[in-house]
């Protein structure tokens, strides 16, 4: 589903990814640990797009699956291929599910949402005099024109933002307040997390989502993942410091980043011997 | 503020950064004399939208208790340059609240002097300046305490966001106070859009060009929070700005 190939990186000239190699399959959770200036969080941002972090070698593929439901009937397809405006314009990549591997290191960031990317941020930005409401909506109907679907009605949004919101254990109210204005740490990435939910991406990338959380968040959020990307069609890349959130999202792999390369993958076994023995014994 | 029968030069303070070019076949400016009778409440918006350019120069007087809302929105093509006097008795309040939406060559500007002679008054001034296409936003601002006026309450908040390289957004917030008991809060920022808040509304599917236009509608609307028109000067300023993106 997500293939990265001998990927390299720079951030301000500076090398932080060395030819690094994953593969993420349909329904598999991948844990990538390492310690401090790995490479962890410049991955995920490279695997955003995030401006000022540059490839400079190597691929990133990405396949994403069709979810149960998401509509696209043959007639619809020909209604495309006959120049339907609804759906004209769009790039080959952009539709979600056609089992098509999609470059995805061309697109720009909002077209890697579109079709099918989410990108968890370890400190959620936060955007004065835009409430969540506004900007998930707007976010949704986006990625859904992108990929020629009908864009959801108010009510219909706010239904679905509703039942993510009570999924997380998130009051409805905070999300009618700016985005991620106000919020405690914890707050925040409860929000990220009913904003996958909305969302509902095919792949997610996590960056430390779990940092700043309590034990009680930390549960929450480890039932929100499993319950919204835990999935046949799903895959998940966790970045994480931690083996905590590993006991409630048990991932099928465990890769250790160091100095920009994958040095050690095992199961979720592996976690438990680095939080004993530090990363020192297997760097 | 002295208001010259010839055409000011760039030598007066007020005119530093005025369009001297735009200004003369509009000067001079009549100014207009507004008095609130104590206890009692005016509003006023004032929406240069035309072509020609705009040159306004109130001279607003507010007795004890007695309070001012204007709004000022200017966009448009022309020059516009919206100069206000306020002088508030006992317990009076002012409010100014101003979005400039410069687009292309053109000189936007707000100009204020605000002076407190009475105890107790309250003034706030907002102003939202976005310039685009080699524009300038200007304000220049003056908040007065005389001695005696305790209880003073006065803040300025000016922005401005540069949309390009090629614009410009000069911003000048004074204070000049002769009493103790004083409450001032001046802030003032010129910058750019935020990239990081960019990229997090990129990550969820926004193109560039919605986020951006969800930042500048949030950021342009803080100047008429509160107004009495608020919803018809949001709409006449998020028209302004669709046109301008």
Redesign the interface.
């Known amino acids: 589903m997500l293939q990265i190939n001998n990927l390299s990186a720079t951030v301000g000239d500076k090398p932080i990814l060395k030819g690094l190699s994953l593969t993420v399959n349909a329904g598999e959770i991948h844990a990538i640990m390492g310690p401090n200036g790995a490479g962890k969080s410049t991955l995920a941002y490279v695997l955003g797009g995030r401006p000022g972090y540059e490839v400079t070698g190597g691929s990133v593929t990405f396949t994403p699956t069709r979810h149960p439901g998401e509509g696209r009937d043959p007639d619809q397809t020909n209604k495309a291929s006959q120049g339907d405006t609804s759906l004209a314009g769009l790039g080959p990549g952009l539709r979600r599910g056609d089992g098509e591997a999609i470059d995805l290191l061309a697109l720009a960031p909002h077209e890697r949402a579109a079709a099918g990317l989410f990108l968890g941020f370890q400190y959620p930005v936060e955007i004065p005099g835009v409430s969540f409401v506004q900007f998930l909506r707007e976010s949704l109907n986006a990625q859904r024109r992108a990929r020629g679907e009908a864009p959801l009605s108010g009510g219909e949004f706010l239904k679905l933002a509703r039942e993510k919101a009570a999924l997380l254990r998130l009051d409805m109210d905070m999300l009618k307040r700016p985005v991620n204005v106000g919020f405690s740490g914890g707050e925040k990435k409860r929000a990220e997390m009913v904003q996958m939910g909305i969302l509902d991406p095919s792949f997610a990338v996590l960056d430390e989502t779990d940092s700043g959380l309590d034990i009680d968040a930390l549960r929450v959020v480890g039932e929100g993942i499993n319950a919204v990307m835990r999935r046949p069609n799903k895959g998940v890349l966790l970045i994480t410091h931690y083996q905590r959130l590993l006991d409630y999202v048990r991932p099928d792999f465990v890769h250790v980043l160091a100095d920009g390369r994958i040095v050690k993958t095992g199961g979720a076994e592996l976690a438990h011997e680095l939080e004993e023995h530090g990363y020192e014994a297997v760097v | 503020m002295a208001i010259a029968e010839h055409l000011p030069t760039r030598r007066d303070e007020a005119f530093r950064y005025a369009d001297l070019a735009a200004l003369a076949p509009l000067w001079p400016v009549a100014v207009e004399a507004i008095a609130v009778p104590a206890g009692e409440h005016r509003a006023l918006s004032i929406v240069p939208n035309g072509d020609a350019g705009t040159l306004r120069e109130l001279a607003i007087s507010l007795g004890k208790g007695a309070s001012f809302d204007l709004r000022v929105l200017s966009a448009g093509a022309g020059y516009a340059r919206i100069s206000v006097r306020a002088e508030l008795a006992d317990r009076a309040s002012f409010t100014l609240g101003a979005a400039q939406l410069g687009s292309g060559a053109q000189t936007l500007e707000v100009v204020s002097e605000v002076t407190h002679l009475g105890r107790d008054a309250t003034s706030r001034q907002v102003v939202r300046s976005v310039a685009g296409g080699g524009a300038s936003v200007n304000y220049l601002g003056k908040v007065k305490v005389a001695r005696g006026a305790d209880g003073t309450d006065g803040s300025q908040s000016v922005r401005a966001m540069l949309l390009d390289r090629q614009s410009s957004a000069n911003a000048k917030p004074e204070l000049e106070i002769f009493a103790d008991d004083v409450k001032c809060a001046h802030g003032c920022a010129v910058g750019e859009l935020?990239?990081?808040?960019l990229?997090?509304?990129?990550?969820?599917?926004?193109?560039?060009e919605?986020?951006k236009r969800?930042?500048l509608?949030?950021?342009v609307?803080?100047a008429f929070v509160g107004a009495e028109g608020e919803d018809e000067l949001l709409a006449a300023a998020l028209a302004a700005l669709e046109a301008m993106l």
């Open positions: 935020d990239s990081q808040a990229f997090y509304m990129a990550s969820r599917g926004l193109p560039p919605t986020a969800l930042m509608q949030a950021f609307a803080e």
